[in-house]
């Protein structure tokens, strides 16, 4: 198993670009999770998913969508970028809501 | 909403010596998890817990789930220069369906 795979692993995006964040799960498991994460922070969740064709906000969703078609993928969209955007972003899956599996994150730098 | 208290922000430890960290909140948590993140990774779980009083360990960590249900603890034993990284707490609500984090306690050892 691949695990929590995402793509790009780093991206430069100027200011009202927009782009989509990738990330896929190989584990069947139905919770998927995308967080920010800010420099000596901890994560922030941004949206999350209990199942194909189900989302729903977290903490800080504002600047950002998603989508859940299939159980193993959840792609991340921004669709104008702004400079408070930069951040990492790690997609996380669970077989539950307790236990989540991270992926290795994007670097998104926004300027 | 729930907040996790992590302590110490951040050790400076010579090998070999053992280590404590802990996360507390004014909230009752069903579940606690600890995770490592290493540099430029995502983070990695290293123990889940789910009873109060629960004491579980994985090789050198060993971590409790607080009787009162509302903090937990992380001990390293005898440390070695791969334990450098951040160590998150995580914790399941109550009454709550998505993971609160702590800020981190950022570990340095030196040989």
């Known amino acids: 198993n691949a695990g929590v795979t995402q793509t790009p692993k780093f991206r430069i995006l100027k200011i009202g670009q927009s782009m989509t964040l990738q990330c896929a799960q190989d584990m069947n498991h139905n919770y998927m999770y995308w967080y920010r994460q800010d420099p000596g922070m901890g994560l922030k969740l941004i949206y999350y998913?209990?199942?194909?064709?189900?989302?729903d906000k977290g903490e800080v969703p504002n600047g950002y969508n998603v989508s859940r078609s299939t159980t193993e993928d959840f792609p991340l969209r921004l669709e104008l970028a702004a400079p408070s955007q930069t951040s990492v972003y790690f997609c996380?899956?669970?077989?539950?809501?307790?236990?989540?599996?991270f992926g290795p994150g994007t670097r998104l730098l926004v300027l | 909403g729930q907040q996790l208290n992590q302590s110490p922000q951040s050790m400076f430890i010579q090998e070999g010596e053992d280590v404590s960290m802990n996360c507390t909140s004014s909230s009752i948590f069903n579940t606690w998890l600890w995770y490592k993140q290493d540099p430029g990774e995502g983070p990695v779980l290293l123990i889940a817990l789910y009873k109060a009083g629960e004491l579980t360990s994985n090789g050198r960590l060993t971590a409790q789930f607080g009787i009162t249900r509302k903090d937990s603890f992380l001990n390293i034993s005898a440390s070695i220069p791969s334990d450098v990284g951040i160590y998150f707490c995580a914790g399941l609500p109550e009454y709550g369906n998505k993971l609160v984090f702590g800020a981190g306690t950022i570990l340095r050892v030196k040989s």
């Open positions: 996380a899956s669970s077989p539950y809501s307790a236990a989540q599996y």
């Open positions: 998913s209990v199942g194909a064709g189900i989302t």
